[in-house]
């Protein structure tokens, strides 16, 4: 499970010119960063020392870092009333008479970051210390009209973000009744015909195969856009890469493969820094041969990376920005691994970030 918060209280260098841009999601790439925000997990674990929480959301959109944000977590929905939001210590207001959050400030927030190209997309669900579940088809379905009005295309007289509008939904499920879910995707994608953008439907099941709280959605047929795999917390971590008896990469591959999205991507999900997680993370040159063995290995459905949390980025981001980095170099956009090779020009420093060359393989 990932490590969540309980005090609610509380570059990409271009080859060429060598110049910062804020970098965009492109779900038919392979180097595309998502990572998790509000939870402020390196701060649950740090109370003494606000100074360095997670940051307001804006500020994890101003370089090319990361492409998608998920925001966390809608944590409470099947409970009768509106659906409930927690998102650590930086929105602590309620509609009156509600449980609900009302964070305009996050919501402004959630347009900038939309004006930099970024996705930014609602996580439902969590691990630990929530209560959640659809236990049926039509509870399914109400629960997605009720996003569509809240937090998406619809409207609502409570939007949390007031007009700010997602770019989609997340399952984070990690507990809870689930037979619901395959309904609720449906509703959300009739939701999504003639919308004037398009949206993601995403999944982050962990790592041990099937993933026993998403295992029987992902495998009915529901449309994913995107897996984020938990490769940590679990023996399957991507440390055990070549232990046949605990990693399975080749299991998830084929069932993003038989996805009725034939964009299905599959995202390998690490750990932001040493405590982020139980297990999982890997000193920068140990991960990154990992990754390279497997996106030379499934080349079709390699989405990129999701990373969790944004909260260590702040407190590690020398590692982030060095793998992001890395990724958006060596796994590339309509190219394929046999297609291209990479040599490093420049040693990283605290300040920059490792540039890579793209040299046609003969």
């Known amino acids: 499970m990932k490590q969540h918060n309980r005090f609610p209280l509380l570059v990409f260098w271009t080859i060429s010119i060598f110049k910062v841009l804020v970098s965009c999601y492109d779900a038919a790439c392979s180097n595309n960063v998502v990572t998790y925000w509000g939870q402020n997990s390196w701060g649950g674990a740090n109370l003494n020392d606000p100074a360095n929480w997670e940051r307001p959301l804006a500020d994890y959109c101003q370089d090319s870092t990361f492409d998608v944000i998920n925001i966390a977590f809608l944590t409470n929905f099947n409970l009768t009333g509106l659906p409930v939001l927690n998102h ?3 929105c602590t207001t309620v509609f009156n008479g509600t449980n609900t959050l009302h964070c305009p400030d996050i919501g402004a927030d959630i347009k900038a970051c939309q004006a930099n190209g970024k996705k930014i997309v609602l996580s439902l669900g969590g691990g630990n210390i929530y209560t959640y579940g659809l236990n049926s088809a039509a509870a399914g379905q109400a629960f997605a009209d009720t996003v569509w009005n809240m937090f998406l295309g619809g409207s609502a007289e409570y ?8 770019d989609g939904v997340d399952l984070d499920i990690e507990s809870g009744e689930n037979t619901g879910y395959h309904a609720f995707i449906n509703q959300l994608r009739a ?22 709280n998403l295992g029987s959605t992902l495998s009915s047929g529901a449309w994913i856009d995107n897996d984020y795999v938990q490769f940590y917390n679990n023996p399957c971590n991507l440390a055990n890469i070549d232990n046949q008896w605990n990693f399975d990469y080749a299991d998830w591959d084929k069932l993003t493969k038989s996805n009725p999205n034939p964009n299905s991507k599959m995202y390998v999900g690490l750990p932001a820094g040493s ?3 139980g297990n999982g993370y890997l000193d920068l040159a140990t991960l990154e041969a990992n990754l390279m063995k497997l996106y030379t290995s499934y080349p079709s459905t390699f989405g990129g990376i999701m990373l969790w949390d944004a909260s260590w980025y702040s407190n590690n981001q020398k590692y982030v920005r060095n793998l992001s980095s890395w990724v958006k170099s060596n796994m590339k956009c309509g190219l394929t691994p046999s297609q291209t090779i990479y ?9 920059s ?5 793209a040299t046609a393989r003969t």
């Open 159 to 166: 939007r949390p973000y007031d007009d700010a509008v997602l």
């Open 88 to 90: 650590a210590f930086h």
């Open 353 to 357: 970030p490792p540039v890579y060359t």
């Open 343 to 351: 040599s490093t020009q420049t040693t990283p420093t605290s300040s």
């Open 191 to 212: 939701h999504f015909q003639g919308a004037s953008k398009q949206y993601i439907i995403s999944a982050a099941p962990q790592c041990v195969y099937p993933d026993s």
């Open 275 to 277: 405590g982020a997680a």
